[in-house]
């Protein structure tokens, strides 16, 4: 299925309110008019002017006084968006060390502006942060190295290991999302492929340090079904071999 884009951009405020009613749905698989309000601190007449627009433009189902759910083109929208949202707060709070509200403060105001390189940049910085948790000081400029080394590296090569390292031994293989098996969770440490896939993976939320649960394998072998934010997310078999992830499963 082949999805559209808005008949028009979004602006600010209806991409938090579309933020409002993902944060919503991933809670109680849909979202009240009354909850979106308290939410976002307006009054339930604002939040019904903007749901008519969301609607017409085909991002969410709503008819009034009813639940609100959002669309598959919706949810893809919404996804992008909280992304960037939980990577710069982690950010401003785990790197820049600003008290959690007020990073979440500054990360609502920059995640409408920053690039898509700028996004995959600071998704780098803490993949890079996962990988060499134990670096030297200066792990900016290790970490400017990393970035620029692995632009052009293969999807299929180990960051941080030669594809000719003949010393490569079987427990030390990389686990991938792929590897999981059904029931079983993981944090993602590290997304190794490039280009639009992984632009995909990083907008469907598959961030460094979110965790993932292996819902279930087709008998072919993909897709691959996962939970992610209590949604159900489907993979393709590369992609899912493209995100590693933490060894130790719950």
Same mark, same amino acid.
């Given at each position: 299925?082949?999805?559209?884009?808005?008949?028009?951009?979004?602006?600010?405020? !209806?991409?938090? &309110?579309?933020?409002?009613?993902?944060?919503?749905?991933?809670?109680?698989?849909?979202?009240?008019?009354?909850? +979106?309000?308290?939410?976002?601190?307006?009054?339930?007449?604002?939040?019904?002017?903007?749901? %008519?627009?969301?609607?017409?433009?085909?991002?969410?189902? &709503? +008819?009034?006084?009813?639940?609100? $759910?959002?669309?598959?083109?919706?949810?893809?929208?919404?996804?992008?968006?909280?992304?960037?949202?939980?990577? !710069?707060?982690? =950010?401003?709070?785990?790197?820049? %060390?600003?008290? &959690?509200?007020?990073?979440?403060?500054?990360?609502?105001?920059?995640?409408?502006?920053?690039?898509?390189?700028?996004?995959?940049?600071?998704?780098?910085?803490?993949?890079?942060?996962?990988?060499?948790?134990?670096?030297?000081?200066?792990?900016?400029?290790?970490?400017?190295?990393?970035? =620029?080394?692995?632009?052009?590296?293969?999807?299929?090569?180990?960051?941080?290991?030669?594809?000719?390292?003949?010393?490569?031994?079987?427990?030390?293989?990389?686990?991938?999302?792929?590897?999981?098996?059904?029931?079983?969770?993981?944090?993602?440490?590290?997304?190794? $492929?490039?280009?639009?896939?992984?632009?995909? !993976?990083?907008?469907?939320?598959?961030?460094?340090?979110?965790?993932?649960?292996?819902?279930?394998?087709?008998?072919?072998?993909?897709?691959?079904? +996962?939970?992610?934010?209590?949604?159900?997310?489907?993979?393709?078999?590369?992609?899912?071999?493209?995100?590693?992830?933490?060894?130790? $499963?719950?």
């Amino acid at each position: 299925m082949t999805l559209t884009q808005p008949t028009s951009p979004l602006t600010t405020a !209806l991409e938090d &309110y579309l933020e409002t009613i993902f944060r919503e749905v991933s809670k109680h698989s849909f979202a009240r008019v009354k909850d +979106i309000a308290k939410a976002r601190d307006v009054k339930a007449a604002s939040v019904s002017s903007a749901l %008519k627009r969301l609607t017409d433009m085909g991002l969410v189902n &709503y +008819i009034q006084r009813e639940y609100v $759910t959002l669309t598959e083109q919706g949810e893809k929208e919404a996804r992008r968006i909280y992304a960037r949202h939980r990577m !710069l707060t982690r =950010f401003f709070n785990e790197i820049l %060390k600003m008290p &959690y509200e007020d990073s979440e403060k500054v990360a609502c105001a920059m995640e409408h502006s920053i690039t898509k390189d700028g996004m995959d940049r600071l998704v780098r910085l803490f993949e890079f942060l996962t990988v060499c948790p134990e670096g030297p000081q200066d792990f900016i400029k290790l970490f400017h190295k990393y970035l =620029f080394a692995h632009d052009n590296v293969p999807a299929d090569v180990r960051p941080a290991r030669d594809k000719k390292d003949k010393s490569l031994k079987i427990e030390d293989k990389p686990m991938t999302i792929y590897d999981l098996k059904p029931g079983c969770s993981s944090k993602v440490t590290q997304i190794t $492929t490039h280009g639009a896939i992984r632009q995909r !993976l990083i907008d469907m939320g598959i961030l460094p340090g979110t965790e993932i649960k292996m819902e279930r394998l087709a008998p072919t072998g993909e897709p691959v079904w +996962i939970v992610l934010d209590g949604m159900h997310l489907s993979l393709r078999k590369h992609e899912a071999e493209s995100v590693l992830i933490n060894k130790n $499963t719950d």
